[in-house]
């Protein structure tokens, strides 16, 4: 991906989560404690996985896409706007250091893993981004 098509993808994001936010009062609606729940039991089964994976690896993919289940509980994000979140954990220091803790290269590869499933496109809300590789 290009820095365009990054700047693309982060301005996806911020927008997305903007609009989401404002649209559901901060997003109420989440039981933030049973998502932060249900992270943790994902990234832990990810990080069992990671050494000798690949990230488009089927039993990836499918962990990824239960990471996507778990973002839509807040909003459903374009194609653009979800790999802008890949982006997002490896640029912020907090989230980076947050995913890591649970393996020293889960932002890289769930990262990488994140933009297979953005390219392959199933599930997306139409929008910035939607129609386009991410």
């Known amino acids: 991906m290009g820095n365009q098509d990054e700047d693309e993808c982060r301005r996806s994001l911020a927008a997305e989560q903007a609009k989401s936010l404002a649209e559901t009062n901060d997003w109420e609606h989440v039981d933030r404690g049973q998502v932060h729940r249900d992270w943790d039991v994902l990234y832990r089964e990810i990080a069992a996985r990671l050494d000798g994976s ?48 649970y393996h020293p290269r889960m932002v890289e590869f769930l990262g990488a893993a994140m933009n297979v499933f953005a390219e392959r496109g199933v599930g997306f809300a139409p929008g910035a981004g939607s129609e386009a590789s991410a």
Not at 65 to 93: N, Q, T, W
């Open 54 to 101: 690949q990230p488009g690896d089927g039993q990836i993919q499918e962990l990824v896409r239960r990471h996507f289940d778990i973002v839509c509980r807040f909003y459903v994000p374009s194609r653009k706007a979800y790999a802008g979140m890949a982006l997002f954990y490896a640029e912020d220091d907090a989230m980076r250091g947050f995913h890591d803790s």
